[in-house]
């Protein structure tokens, strides 16, 4: 008995060790399944993730996964590559610019990086000092701060280099984020003056704004390409390939919205749009590119026809709506409809080839940070830490609401069946159930 015994006992442990193989494999398998939220709005720069299965329903005490502190003022959004979280922050009254990393399983804090230091300057009470999300190849995390200031870092957290070429100055502030394709980092800088007069670059139009790459392996300027008259805007870039297979670099400021080579930095094409200060970053969807924004008035969301060459003006526009336009938040497309919510808390669905509202309404608070669309349901994050889940469809169907109860300003990240919210003191990874 005693020699079976030894020998079933040999049986058990071979099959624990094979089970837990496998359970290893699932949770590595998983692990690289898990779609990557590489910059800001998500592996398409839209706000649309692939992932299935998130969760619904959430508070500050059920479906919470970790929460960690995160020091500093800061609005850039968390991104995510494999099992690490990235944010940028800034300490010391804006002065210390900092890059953090955290495991995405535990919100253990790898490592908290000061890149270096900068002088806080003018900025909107609602942005902050480190307002630019950054952004991952995979390899390094490069990031931007509101000096202007650029860095890139090994996921040791180890300084490769740095570029401090282009000083950085706007009454709002710095609130866009940068783009990387193709091993070229690429960054709006439309500034305003700093001169005598405030309102030059601001509410009156110049000619200073321009559009900057840098090569993502050596920090080097790649191209520097001036817009022409504009004035001071936030909003991301995003990527459109034309016809001709080349990659254009589509982005938005105070009344133009524009294309350009992005290899070689040549503006193609340029349409016009009203107002300062437009905060909502461009979406490329059907053969066209939508905008919105704007203040004074003159607030619009507009849709023109991609492919044009040249000072087009409005030749390339296909509708205007002025109903529903976010001022802040940028929109998401879910074929056929465009979603957006605005500040003051409505929110509206398009029909995106005609700018139809199919309807409108009002959901809660206000809000700032971007709506991130995933299996079917679109989440709406508001200033006040609430998430209102509504379905991504021609009927208004709230799914869920959820509570956090700190402010919010910065937009949901998604990745490995969580999500990621970061709020004034916190980051929170939400996801039912345990790995």
């Known amino acids: 008995m005693s020699v079976l015994s030894k020998i079933e006992k040999v049986i058990l442990m071979q099959r624990l060790a094979v089970l837990a193989f496998l359970v290893e494999m699932a949770v590595t398998s998983a692990a690289i399944r898990a779609e990557n939220w590489p910059e800001f709005r998500g592996p398409d720069r839209q706000g649309n993730s692939s992932e299935k299965n998130l969760p619904l329903k959430w508070s500050q005490q059920e479906n919470i996964r970790w929460k960690a502190p995160i020091p500093g003022d800061a609005w850039s959004t968390p991104i995510i590559w494999g099992d690490r979280v990235f944010l940028t922050t800034a300490t010391d009254k804006g002065e210390s610019c900092r890059i953090i990393s955290l495991e995405t399983k535990t919100g253990k804090l790898l490592w908290d990086k000061e890149v270096f230091r ?142 350009f080579d992005r290899d070689t930095g040549e503006k193609l094409w340029t349409s016009e749009v009203a107002g300062e200060g437009k905060v909502p970053s461009t979406l490329v969807a059907e053969g066209k590119v939508f905008t919105a924004g704007g203040f004074r008035g003159r607030e619009s969301i507009k ?40 500040d003051t808390g409505f929110a509206t669905c398009l029909k995106a080839d005609t700018g139809e509202v199919v309807w409108n309404e009002r959901v809660s608070g206000g809000f700032s940070a971007s709506p991130v669309h995933a299996d079917g349901r679109i989440y709406l994050l508001d200033n006040n830490g609430d998430t209102t889940v509504i379905a991504a469809g021609p009927k208004y169907q709230v799914l869920a609401k959820n509570p956090l109860g700190e402010p919010v300003q910065a937009s949901m990240a998604v990745s490995g069946g969580r999500l990621f919210i970061r709020t004034g003191k916190h980051l929170f990874c939400v996801g039912a159930g345990g790995d």
């Not at 490069?142 to 890139?152: E, H, I, K, M, T």
């Not at 087009?312 to 529903?324: D, H, I, R, T, Y």
């Open 118 to 259: 900068q002088k806080p300057r003018k900025k909107e009470t609602r942005n902050s000092y480190a307002t630019p999300s950054p952004v991952t190849d995979g390899e390094r995390v490069y990031a931007v701060f509101s000096d202007g200031s650029f860095v890139a870092v090994n996921f040791a957290g180890e300084t490769v280099w740095t570029n401090r070429d282009h000083p950085f100055y706007s009454q709002h502030g710095l609130g866009a984020s940068p783009v990387l394709s193709d091993g070229v980092l690429i960054m709006t800088m439309d500034a305003s003056s700093e001169g005598e007069d405030k309102l030059v670059g601001w509410q009156t139009p110049w000619d200073k704004s321009y559009m900057l790459a840098l090569d993502a392996k050596t920090g080097k300027e790649r191209w520097k390409t001036m817009r022409g008259v504009s004035r001071i805007s936030h909003g991301t870039p995003t990527l459109w390939t034309g016809p001709d297979g080349k990659v254009q670099v589509v982005s938005e400021a105070g009344d133009v919205v524009q294309g």
């Open 303 to 342: 849709a023109f026809k991609l492919g044009g060459r040249g000072d087009l003006k409005e030749a390339n526009l296909v509708w205007e709506q002025k109903k529903g336009n976010p001022k802040v938040p940028s929109m998401v497309y879910v074929k056929p409809f465009l979603f957006t919510v605005n």
